[in-house]
């Protein structure tokens, strides 16, 4: 009973959270809840501020006010670093390897930062490559990889700072449609095996009803609507916000 109740508790709890630049207000009293265990979705047209409160979450973009809370403790205004260290780990839409580095080095450079030895930082990063499903290119240079060979090293380096909570920003970007489904059932397994609380960006409507519970959709800085996955694409405001019309 207590597990249960644990998973329906939030991990991330993001309250009145406000972002301005300049004159320009990019969020404006924005209400987030990620539960645990549970994926979440943020929508929105170009321009709604995802991206703004996605590095909000993550610590590159700073509040102007609100407060964003990762379990118990309010993270408002902790570098990203020392978010990692609590838990929260990001993917980017432009995956940025060492390229001079091969496969298993790039993920032993996170695993190292924690103060893991070589050669036990070799076995565990061993162990997120394979899971990863990169096993056959352990070696390889990380240039050489594909863009969704890429993606999965993005997210084994994720995963090797032992994330609690993991921010994927557009994970089927760029990637072949028939490598699509791969990617997102390893996103589930993440979840599933792993225990982690996932909360993505992602323009993919057809990718967010295979990986999200939850959703969020925002407009103009501005909730638009929130609630599970299907309640928020059949909202009327985001059929004409997000499709076109009520009739997409």
Known sequence: ??????????????????????????????????????????????GAGKTTLFNAVAGVVTPSSGRILLGDADISAERPSIRSKRGIARTFQITQPFSGLTVIENVMVAIVSRGVGMAEARDEAADYVDFVGLGAKLDAPARTLSTGQRKRLELARALATRP?????????????????????????????????????????????????????????????????MQEVAEHDAVRRIYLGDGDA
């Open 1 to 46: 009973m207590q597990f249960r109740r644990t998973l329906m508790e939030p991990l991330l709890q993001v309250d009145q959270l406000t972002v301005t630049f300049g004159g320009i207000v990019a969020l404006r009293d924005v209400d987030l809840r990620v539960m645990s265990g549970r994926t979440t979705a943020i929508l929105g047209p170009n």
């Open 164 to 228: 609690r909570l993991l921010l994927l920003d557009e994970v089927t970007g760029g990637v072949d449609r028939p490598s699509i489904p791969e990617i997102l059932d390893l996103i589930r397994r993440l979840r599933e095996e792993r225990g982690i609380t996932v909360l993505v960006v992602e323009h993919n409507m057809e990718v967010l009803f295979g990986l999200a519970d939850d959703a969020i959709f925002l407009n103009r800085g501005e909730v638009v609507v929130r609630g599970s």
